[in-house]
């Protein structure tokens, strides 16, 4: 059975950086495809950036030129990279393996001075 487990979070001032991680177990992580998403408080929850078993990227418009989503299959891990971090970028991450559908636990990320 597939587990993950996100970490990386915490509180940063305007204009910092973060990078999360998303640890998957199971021996089938390089054939999955992978995204990170958020939730703000009252908010649904958002698609930040997805990565293909080949690499592919593609980011939210809010995520563009400032994350950069990454995996690394030799550890079943997957990471976001933030960037210029902004007071709206203030939520809970999560990370989502498909096609199993698992989420993860989430981890949250503040922004704040």
């Known amino acids: 059975q597939v587990q993950v487990v996100e970490s990386g979070g915490g509180l940063v001032q305007p204009g910092g950086s973060l990078r999360l991680s998303c640890a998957a177990s199971?021996?089938?992580?390089?054939?999955?495809?992978l995204g990170w998403y958020r939730q703000a408080p009252g908010k649904q929850r958002e698609l930040v950036a997805t990565?293909?078993?080949?690499?592919?990227?593609n980011y939210a418009d809010p995520a563009k030129g400032r994350f950069t989503i990454s995996r690394d299959n030799t550890k079943n891990t997957v990471y976001l990279q933030m960037n210029s971090l902004k007071p709206e970028d203030t939520a809970v991450y999560y990370c989502?393996?498909?096609?199993?559908?698992?989420w993860g636990q989430g981890t949250q990320v503040t922004v704040s001075s």
């Open positions: 199971g021996s089938r992580f390089s054939t999955y495809f």
């Open positions: 989502n393996v498909q096609p199993v559908d698992l």
């Open positions: 990565i293909t078993r080949l690499g592919i990227t």
